[in-house]
T-cell receptor
C-alpha cells in the first residue's frame, strides 16, 4: 500500500534559520506529492505540490523537489519566520484509479519558530 | 465563495449518542472526503465520494456512515458514538478537472466523546 514517512517533531528554530523537514514515501506507480500546512485552529492548506520526478514545487519561500530515485520530497526554506510556525504534512495522491480524493498523509511535523 | 464549510465547530457527546457532522462546498467539486486527525497519526481517510449518489470506504470507516444526495453536501453520521471516535474531523473537496487533484479543506469539527 501507499505510505508517507516524515520526520517527527516538534522542530524549534530561531528566526532566519534554515529549515528542512524530511519526507519519504512508498507508492506504486507515479504519485503526485504535496506539502500541506495547518496553522493553529485551522484546516489544512496546500503549500506546494509536484506531479512528476524532478519537479520542484515552491510557494512562500518553501521548496520541495520530487526525487524518485530516493522516493523523497523534503521541504526546505532558507530563512524561516515566526509566522511559519505551524504543522506541516507531507502527502501523496495515487497516480491511478481517480485517486484525487484519497490522499495518504504523513503524521505531521510541528514547527515552532522563535525570535 | 465560502469554500468548504463544516458545522458544528465543537461537539461533546456521551457514549452511545448519535450525531451528524455537516459538510458543504460551493465550488461544484465532484470529489468529497472525510478525514479524522489524531495526535501522532496524521489524517486518515474515513469515507469518500466521487459524485452524488456514489460513496466508498476509506482507511477507517467503521462506526461512520455517509451519503451524498447532492453535489454540495456530504454529511458524516456517527450512529453510536464511542470514546475512540474522539478526534478532529476534516471534510475536503476537489475536482478531477484540476491539473493536479488538490484538495480544499474545511476548518474542522472537534468532537469529544465521553
Amino acid at each position: 500500500g501507499n505510505s508517507v514517512t516524515q520526520m517527527e517533531g516538534p522542530v524549534t528554530l530561531s528566526e532566519e534559520a534554515f529549515l528542512t523537514i524530511n519526507c519519504t514515501y512508498t507508492a506504486t506507480g507515479y504519485p503526485s506529492l504535496f506539502w500541506y500546512v495547518q496553522y493553529p485552529g485551522e484546516g489544512l492548506q496546500l503549500l506546494l505540490k509536484a506531479t512528476k520526478a524532478d519537479d520542484k514545487g515552491s510557494n512562500k519561500g518553501f521548496e520541495a523537489t520530487y526525487r524518485k530515485e530516493t522516493t523523497s520530497f523534503h521541504l526546505e526554506k532558507g530563512s524561516v519566520q515566526v509566522s511559519d510556525s505551524a504543522v506541516y504534512f507531507c502527502a501523496l495522491n495515487p497516480s491511478w484509479g481517480g485517486g484525487g480524493n484519497k490522499l495518504t498523509f504523513g503524521t505531521g511535523t510541528q514547527l515552532k519558530v522563535e525570535l | 465563495n465560502a469554500g468548504v464549510t463544516q458545522t458544528p465547530k465543537f461537539q461533546v457527546l456521551k457514549t452511545g449518542q448519535s450525531m451528524t457532522l455537516q459538510c458543504a462546498q460551493d465550488m461544484n467539486h465532484e470529489y468529497m472526503s472525510w478525514y479524522r486527525q489524531d495526535p501522532g497519526m496524521g489524517l486518515r481517510l474515513i469515507h469518500y465520494s466521487v459524485g452524488a449518489g456514489i460513496t466508498d470506504q476509506g482507511e477507517v470507516p467503521n462506526g461512520y456512515n455517509v451519503s451524498r444526495s447532492t453535489t454540495e453536501d456530504f454529511p458524516l453520521r456517527l450512529l453510536s458514538a464511542a470514546p475512540s471516535q474522539t478526534s478532529v474531523y476534516f471534510c475536503a473537496s476537489s475536482s478531477p478537472g484540476l491539473a493536479v487533484d488538490e484538495q480544499f479543506f474545511g476548518p474542522g469539527t472537534r468532537l469529544t466523546v465521553l
